[in-house]
């Protein structure tokens, strides 16, 4: 009885023994399964996660990408500081309309525009604008009557005592470079063209004083062959109305001649100049009373108050006496007034 008993006890002790060591011994395996499962799960949550890093680093690269896009903006910026453009980018057709629309309102405005430099002939036409640079075509009209009265032929002013000259000269400034030049002009005149005015533009711009501009005041106006006269009211209005961009007397001539047909050419001259001496001023614009405001691209610029720009207008257009000392007749017969003599009052 206590053997079987015993023995009863030693096989359920063995047996508790035997399955404790079982068990002791699936421990350490079903830890390591479960470890490497733990680190299976481990790797899969880092390369989940790890997904999304590169994810989101390729999302910083298509951030940083648009670098490319910012190009364009550096273009417009660009753009910006690029002389100005026609208004609205007009295409050429629209800018050849649009200025010769201009030049026909100036027409209707200014019908009796004609050259300011009184003369009779191409000779006394030549010297008056010669001496016209850096003064008033109103002091050149004052100071040549006596001028001529002594010296009336190229002749006569080729041999002229340089110093009685200068003191003639001496109201328009710069007398001597002045004095000069017409001597010079005149002695070329008698010993290379018999002592007549040549009616070509590469002969008159071998003559001293002569240059381009001067050149075409002589062949439109004594001539009555087309040309641009690119004075400083001229260059300075077709830049303001953006016919050109340009800076050279020369390109300017060019640009704005391509926009008219040859036969306005002199006309047109006249008309923009005398726009530019009696409306659009140089530092104060009398926007308010400009006849062809609605076409100008520069519209603001000056004072835009109609009753202030009338206080601006100058000669005939804000009553005042002209240049001409004597004038065509119908500039008179329009209101025009003529310009007084030298040391005159009142």
């Given at each position: 009885?206590?053997?079987?008993?015993?023995?009863?006890?030693?096989?359920?002790?063995?047996?508790?023994?035997?399955?404790?060591?079982k068990?002791?011994g699936?421990?350490?395996?079903?830890?390591?399964?479960?470890?490497?499962?733990?680190?299976?799960?481990?790797?899969?949550?880092?390369?989940?996660?790890?997904?999304?890093?590169?994810?989101?680093?390729?999302?910083?690269?298509?951030?940083v990408?648009?670098?490319?896009?910012?190009?364009?903006?550096?273009?417009?910026?660009?753009?910006?500081?690029v002389?100005?453009?026609?208004?609205?980018?007009?295409?050429?057709?629209?800018?050849?309309?649009?200025?010769?629309?201009?030049?026909?309102?100036?027409?209707?405005?200014?019908?009796?525009?004609?050259?300011?430099?009184?003369?009779?002939?191409?000779?006394?036409?030549?010297?008056?604008?010669?001496?016209?640079?850096?003064?008033?075509d109103?002091?050149?009209?004052?100071?040549?009557?006596?001028?001529?009265?002594?010296?009336?032929?190229?002749?006569?002013?080729?041999?002229?005592?340089?110093?009685?000259v200068?003191?003639?000269?001496?109201?328009?400034?710069?007398?001597?470079?002045?004095?000069?030049?017409?001597?010079?002009?005149?002695?070329?005149?008698?010993?290379n063209?018999?002592?007549?005015?040549?009616?070509?533009?590469?002969?008159?711009?071998?003559?001293?004083?002569?240059?381009?501009?001067?050149?075409?005041?002589?062949?439109?106006?004594?001539?009555?062959?087309?040309?641009?006269?690119?004075?400083?009211?001229?260059?300075?209005?077709?830049?303001?109305?953006?016919?050109?961009?340009?800076?050279?007397?020369?390109?300017?001539?060019?640009?704005v001649?391509?926009?008219?047909?040859?036969?306005?050419?002199?006309?047109?001259?006249?008309?923009?100049?005398?726009?530019?001496?009696?409306?659009?001023?140089?530092?104060?614009?009398?926007?308010?009373?400009?006849?062809?405001?609605?076409?100008?691209?520069?519209?603001?610029?000056?004072?835009?108050?109609?009753?202030?720009?009338?206080?601006?207008?100058?000669?005939?257009?804000?009553?005042?006496p002209?240049?001409?000392?004597?004038?065509?007749?119908?500039?008179?017969?329009?209101?025009?007034?003529?310009?007084?003599?030298?040391?005159?009052?009142?």
């Amino acid at each position: 009885m206590v053997a079987r008993r015993d023995s009863a006890l030693g096989e359920q002790g063995v047996g508790g023994g035997k399955k404790t060591a079982k068990a002791a011994g699936k421990a350490p395996v079903e830890k390591r399964a479960s470890a490497k499962k733990a680190a299976k799960k481990a790797t899969e949550t880092a390369a989940k996660k790890a997904a999304p890093v590169r994810k989101a680093a390729a999302v910083k690269k298509a951030v940083v990408a648009p670098e490319k896009a910012s190009a364009p903006v550096k273009k417009a910026s660009a753009t910006k500081k690029v002389a100005p453009k026609p208004p609205r980018n007009e295409s050429q057709t629209a800018l050849v309309r649009r200025a010769r629309r201009i030049n026909r309102e100036l027409a209707e405005v200014f019908p009796y525009a004609h050259p300011e430099l009184d003369f009779e002939n191409p000779f006394q036409l030549i010297v008056a604008t010669v001496l016209s640079a850096q003064t008033t075509d109103l002091r050149v009209n004052q100071t040549t009557p006596a001028l001529f009265a002594k010296y009336p032929t190229p002749e006569d002013l080729a041999a002229a005592n340089p110093e009685e000259v200068e003191e003639i000269l001496r109201p328009t400034g710069f007398f001597r470079a002045k004095t000069k030049s017409v001597i010079g002009l005149s002695k070329a005149l008698v010993e290379n063209f018999g002592g007549e005015v040549p009616g070509r533009l590469d002969d008159l711009v071998t003559l001293p004083g002569v240059g381009r501009k001067t050149a075409f005041v002589v062949l439109g106006n004594a001539f009555g062959r087309p040309g641009i006269t690119a004075d400083t009211h001229f260059m300075r209005l077709v830049r303001r109305w953006q016919w050109t961009d340009e800076t050279d007397p020369d390109k300017i001539e060019a640009a704005v001649s391509a926009l008219f047909p040859k036969s306005d050419w002199t006309d047109l001259s006249h008309h923009v100049i005398w726009h530019g001496r009696r409306i659009c001023h140089a530092r104060k614009p009398a926007c308010g009373a400009c006849p062809i405001a609605p076409l100008c691209p520069a519209y603001g610029e000056g004072e835009t108050d109609p009753e202030k720009a009338q206080k601006l207008l100058k000669y005939e257009k804000g009553g005042f006496p002209g240049q001409r000392l004597n004038p065509p007749q119908a500039y008179l017969d329009a209101g025009g007034k003529a310009a007084p003599p030298l040391g005159a009052t009142g």
